[in-house]
């Protein structure tokens, strides 16, 4: 559970930059859908979220595995989508649910999908295994 929240709140920060750099430039309203695709493509890519700091950590307690980076970024563009669909492309009405959901990560976990609760809880499982794996190689070296 601690592994699923760490996770939670990564996601909550990554997003929280992104919308802040959307805040600063023009407004995605509901009817620029391009706007919306253009910002979840980019962050389909694990080379755009390992920029973020936060992002960057939870690569790395994942133990840095492509595929987990791949997973990572996809759940993240599907929660902005559904955050941008949710605010209408608002960047401050964005802004504001993120505010929300940094003060209850349990609330806003609520709001999200079966599919994307499972992939956090899966990646939340990668930290924890990963953590696992280090634990056992540094008793090893004792």
């Known amino acids: 559970m601690k592994a699923f929240r760490f996770i939670l709140m990564g996601f909550w920060v990554t997003t929280f930059c992104l919308a802040e750099d959307v805040k600063r430039g023009p407004s995605i309203g509901a009817d620029n859908q391009e706007a919306i695709k253009k910002t979840q493509e980019l962050l389909k890519d694990p080379a ?56 209850n990560p349990e609330a806003f976990a609520n709001q999200l999908s079966a599919e994307q609760k499972a992939a956090i809880s899966g990646l939340a499982k990668k930290i924890e295994e990963n953590n696992g794996k280090k634990i056992q190689l540094s008793q090893s070296q004792k």
């Open 48 to 103: 755009n979220l390992q920029k973020n700091a936060e992002a960057s950590k939870l690569f790395e307690l994942m133990g840095n595995e492509a595929g987990s980076k791949q997973d990572l970024s996809n759940t993240t563009a599907s929660i902005f989508g559904d955050l941008a669909a949710k605010t209408g492309g608002d960047p401050e009405k964005l802004r504001k649910l993120l505010e929300e959901a940094k003060s």
